[in-house]
T-cell receptor, first 114, second 111 residues
Framework: KAGVTQTPRYLIKTRGQQVTLSCSPI?????VSWYQQTPGQGLQFLFE???????NKGNFPGRFSGRQFSNSRSEMNVSTLELGDSALYLC?????????????FGQGTRLTVV | LAKTTQPISMDSYEGQEVNITCSHN???????ITWYQQFPSQGPRFIIQ???TKVTNEVASLFIPADRKSSTLSLPRVSLSDTAVYYC????????????FGSGTRLQVQP
């Protein structure tokens, strides 16, 4: 079956702009999580959605937001982009909402803010 | 989630067995130990998960001592394609889905 699909793969934006990233989970998976990966901070949890509801949120400013649709697809939005937002944004899907359920990651969206 | 400590990096040669140890001194009773592998510019990939003693799958083995304060991921006969970052995560079925990734161990396999 198809894996987790993230679009776009690469993105270049200017400071102050906003960006929307998309994630299509594996068919049947109900949980979608988002992570930010940078060389300095490593992999950091942004938020998680399950059945269209945000269930958990990491320690990121309100400029980072997300949502999940009824078909489990998810989007994350970053407003007023800063240079420090340049990162690989990863989406992971799983069937359940616990850490025991294997998470399948997409290839990520590499965002560059200039 | 319990904090984990792993070596920052390890080097090995093709064909050797590689053991990566992770310390998790404050692991809770209902916590499981999970390992993920990540190649450059890709998302992490689940390798193996266990609770106690030994777990083996087609990719790796996971050894967990009785006190569960540490665990060892064993990769038999590594190849160049095993060069990656390996993350040890500890957590239970508490309803919190967030995977907390530490710094991971960067494994470099040489020919």
């Amino acid at each position: 079956k198809a894996g987790v699909t993230q679009t776009p793969r690469y993105l270049i934006k200017t400071r102050g702009q906003q960006v929307t990233l998309s994630c299509s989970p594996i068919s049947g998976h109900r949980s979608v999580s988002w992570y930010q990966q940078t060389p300095g901070q490593g992999l950091q949890f942004l938020f998680e959605y399950f059945s269209e509801t945000q269930r958990n949120k990491g320690n990121f400013p309100g400029r980072f937001s997300g949502r999940q649709f009824s078909n489990s697809r998810s989007e994350m939005n970053v407003s007023t982009l800063e240079l420090g937002d340049s990162a690989l944004y990863l989406c992971a899907s799983s069937y359940e909402i616990d850490v025991l359920s294997e998470a399948f990651f997409g290839q990520g969206t590499r965002l560059t803010v200039v | 989630l319990a904090k984990t400590t792993q070596p920052i990096s390890m080097d090995s040669y093709e064909g050797q067995e590689v053991n990566i140890t992770c310390s998790h001194n404050n692991i809770a009773t209902n916590d499981y130990i999970t390992w993920y592998q990540q190649f450059p510019s890709q998302g992490p990939r689940f390798i193996i998960q266990g609770y106690k003693t030994k777990v083996t799958n087609e990719v790796a083995s996971l050894f967990i001592p009785a006190d569960r304060k540490s665990s060892t991921l064993s990769l038999p006969r590594v190849s160049l394609s095993d060069t990656a970052v390996y993350y040890c995560l500890v957590g239970g079925d508490t309803g919190r889905r967030a995977l907390t990734f530490g710094s991971g161990t960067r494994l470099q396999v040489q020919p």
